[in-house]
């Protein structure tokens, strides 16, 4: 933190590297950041979040809100991992803007963090997670973060990445659909390593209650916001829910 | 007796499929921790429970 002057961390994708008084001045922006952020939460919370890694997997609308909430309080690495480009069916509830319509999301989004808070570590990848490639690419991080919105990719990575790494910890999203009240949506601890967020019931593919089959912003972002919440947590050596 | 989410059944020498077709989970939908230790669905077949084994089932839905 104070040296941030001397500070030769890769930022991604931020393009004004080649201009030696932007540098100068990208390099204050990020110092004077890191120091209000300090003057927020303190220095001992906010070594702790700059020095952790987390792993968002998918990022649509749990993934692309988390990545965002969790750069803003200051985590310092975030590795985005999704397959998908921006499409307009995201916008109802993504946090992407129209002109990256088309764009891949791990690029947008990354080029979005770097606007809000250019402290951040950001690495990604842009391939599909399955138990094969999941211990692979998943190893660095320090916490990982589910936010698919298909309940067999949520399963697969949860039982895959528990079991490849019995140390850390998963946060995932499972019930967020439709226009039931958000006071249902909550987050529980419900295996040793695994917090669920969400109302654990409201199923978007479920034809039968055709009430949870739309997905709506101020829902999904209550549920996002429980899972970023419970990561900033586990951070600072919070363990309850 | 096997004690499964906090509620006891009669499941010793049940395997895990068996076990989460009586309860009426959908088996690619969960994530099962027997005696805090991940249990994966490649094992589902061969994993026999045992009496006074602890179970945890997590079964998501869709949405995201």
Known sequence: MDNFMNDNRDFGNNKLG?????????????GDMLASLEGRVGKEKLDKLLNASVAVCGLGGLGSNIAIALARAG??????IDFDRVDISNMNR??????????EKTEALSDTINRIAPYTEITTDFVRLDEKNVPVLLKDEDIICEAFDRPEAKAMLVETALKAFPDKYIVSGSGMSG?????????????SKLYVCGDMESDVFDESKPENSSLVSSRVLAAAAHEAHMIIRLIIGEEEP | MVK???EM????????????TELDYNPVRVAVEVNFSIVTKAEYNDYKLKD?????????????
């Open chain 1, 18 to 30: 080649v201009n030696p008084g932007m540098v100068l001045k990208n390099v204050l922006l990020k």
């Open chain 1, 75 to 80: 985590v310092g690495k975030l590795h985005l």
């Open chain 1, 94 to 103: 993504q946090q992407y803007f129209t002109d990256q319509l088309g764009m």
């Open chain 1, 179 to 191: 226009f039931g009240s958000n006071n249902l949506i909550k987050t529980e601890r419900r295996l």
């Open chain 2, 4 to 6: 499964i989410n906090g």
């Open chain 2, 9 to 20: 059944y009669d499941f010793a020498g049940k395997n895990i499929t068996e076990m989460l």
């Open chain 2, 52 to 64: 006074e084994d602890s179970v945890e089932v997590v079964q998501f839905v869709g949405g995201g």
